[in-house]
């Protein structure tokens, strides 16, 4: 019902910063809360940022806080994920990820909707 295509992704040198968009498609995502994600080769796919329908809802894990910001654009049905003095240990694939409840969420499991994932890698 809701396609997620993400943009932004590439290689960067360490220092640097990236901002990565999910931009829905097939309905309105206004409603939705919103999520990041990440998967590190060798590692399992873990909570990243997590955003209300409202954006008044805001959370992080310690792991990111400070170098990560979640913001969204419900007019454009996009959502974003800023990132800032990108360091190694951020290389990963990344997904966004949407659910049909305004709330946000920390674990997959409470996701209805992925996107295919965009790779980021930070050169050392």
């Known amino acids: 019902q809701v396609h997620l295509a993400e943009s932004g992704g590439g290689l960067v040198q360490a220092g640097g910063s990236l901002r990565l968009s999910c931009a829905a498609s097939?309905?309105?995502?206004?409603?939705?809360?919103m999520g990041w994600f990440r998967q590190a080769p060798g590692k399992e796919r873990g909570f990243v940022a997590g955003i209300s329908w409202s954006g008044t809802n805001i959370y992080y894990p310690d792991s990111v806080k400070g170098r990560f910001t979640i913001s969204r654009d419900n007019a454009k049905n996009t959502v974003y994920l800023a990132m800032n003095s990108l360091k190694p240990d951020v290389t990963a694939v990344y997904y966004c990820?949407?659910?049909?409840?305004?709330?946000?969420?920390?674990?997959?499991?409470?996701?209805?909707?992925w996107s295919r994932g965009t790779q980021v890698t930070v050169s050392s």
């Open positions: 990820a949407a659910r049909s409840d305004p709330s946000l969420a920390t674990v997959e499991r409470y996701y209805d909707y």
């Open positions: 097939g309905r309105t995502i206004s409603s939705y809360g």
